[in-house]
């Protein structure tokens, strides 16, 4: 789950990293009123909340020198479109001067198993183009777990490039609070771009990115509420109210697999990969579940409207595949208006049961004996 700019920085406040004082804004109506009775200096900054970076490309950052302007500018940013996601809220920070822009974050990386350090003083708006070109200028350290950031770790990220050793106490302290935060709150991602060394020589966030582990909520109650302003998928949301996995792969694609475990799964989004076909979701069963809720599970992906062919495959010991054939007929009859196919390979208990269900229901649905099978049926259906 990423948070949102503001949601980071309530994060940040908690563990004591320097931030500008703020306010959100959520409507037109009253906003001049709001702005005014928050008592901010001007000029102000106004950025549209969405959880997506390069809002500052995208026309999502903004100046203001007036209540008025700030006004008229909450009012044209509101429900703006950065890339897909709508700002339903803004934030609006006294601007800060500043001297430069450095970039610190530090992520799960799964390659050396590890959190990982990363730092440039080359920060802001065109980090990506720095990585690209100016390796020198990136720094990437692991930490290790069990000592934490030891001064070795932002000595040698700021010998590295170049950076203003006079910060380096700063930078540590700094570095200390957000990898307290990367463990506190399960993240896989915090984020600082940019770090600003305001004109006074202090280190400031300007912004903030938070990326939760979705498997680590439950621990976190005080997420939750986080959760509910942000934009999500509807399915995501429909699927994870009765407990099951929605994950949408390629917008492009026409193709919702479904399973009982994440191995397999993978796998048939694999093999109808290797054929040139696209998937558009994947939807995790888990085990034993009955027929009614193979419906919902069915439903929901038969909702998306891309989706031309949805294939079940089930290995079925714990679940049933005549339960699973039961679910897959109430779900494609209710929705046959819809004229869309489905593609069921069941093995295990039951098979023989499950395969005379959906034979009595002359539904548009293929019964296929093995994966490979399953995937010539797939593109048979969608390659003519
Ligand atoms: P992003 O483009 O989504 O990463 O949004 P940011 O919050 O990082 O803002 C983009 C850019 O706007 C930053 O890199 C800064 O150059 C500039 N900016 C944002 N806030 C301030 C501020 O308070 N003072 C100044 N001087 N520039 C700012
Ligand atoms: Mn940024």
């Known amino acids: ?57 995208a026309g999502g950052v903004k100046f203001a020198d007036t209540v008025e302007e700030a006004a008229d500018l909450c009012g044209q940013m509101l429900g703006m479109d950065i890339r897909g996601f709508t700002a339903r809220e803004l934030l609006l920070v006294e601007k800060k001067e500043i001297a430069k822009e450095w970039y610190l974050s530090i992520m799960l990386d799964r390659y050396t198993k590890s959190p990982l350090l990363i730092f440039s003083p080359l920060g802001g708006m065109d980090i990506e183009e720095t990585a690209r070109t100016r390796a020198d200028k990136i720094a990437k350290v692991p930490i290790d777990p069990l000592r934490g950031v030891q001064d070795y770790v932002i000595s040698y990220a700021m010998d590295k490039t170049g950076a203003d050793k006079q910060y380096q106490s700063q930078l540590k302290e700094m570095a200390e609070k957000l990898y307290k935060l990367f463990f506190d709150y399960y993240t896989m991602l915090v984020e600082i771009n940019p770090l600003a060394i305001d004109e006074n020589g202090s280190l400031i966030a300007l912004d903030g990115k938070v990326e939760v582990d979705d498997n680590a909520l439950a621990l976190l109650p005080d997420m939750s509420a986080c959760r509910d302003k942000l934009q999500e998928d509807p399915q995501v949301v429909e699927a994870r109210r009765v407990n099951f996995l929605f994950i949408p792969v390629e917008e492009a694609g026409d193709i919702g697999v479904m399973s009982n475990g994440s191995g397999m799964l993978m796998s048939c ?15 995790d069963l888990g085990g034993g579940a009955t027929a009614e809720r193979i419906a919902e599970a069915v439903r929901i992906m038969l909702s998306r409207p891309r989706i031309k062919t949805v294939f079940i495959c089930i290995f079925g010991g714990i679940t049933r595949c005549d339960e699973v054939a039961r679910g897959a007929v109430i779900a ?34 293929t019964v296929a004996e093995g994966i490979p099978n399953s995937v010539e049926a797939i593109y048979r259906l969608h390659r003519g």
């Open 1 to 57: 789950m990423k948070l949102l700019e503001y949601q980071a920085k309530e994060l940040f406040s908690k563990y004591a990293i320097p931030i500008q004082k703020g306010i959100v804004i959520e409507t037109k109506d009253g906003a001049a009123e709001k702005i005014r009775s928050a008592g901010l200096q001007f000029p102000v900054v106004i950025k549209a909340q969405v959880q997506i970076g390069g809002r500052g490309k």
């Open 332 to 365: 494609m009859s209710q929705n046959a208006a819809l004229g869309k196919q489905l593609i069921l390979r069941m093995e295990g208990t039951n098979k023989d049961e499950a395969a005379k269900i959906v034979a009595a229901s002359e539904l548009p649905i």
């Open 269 to 283: 989004i694999d093999l109808i990969t290797k054929k040139g076909m696209q998937i558009h979701a994947a939807l």
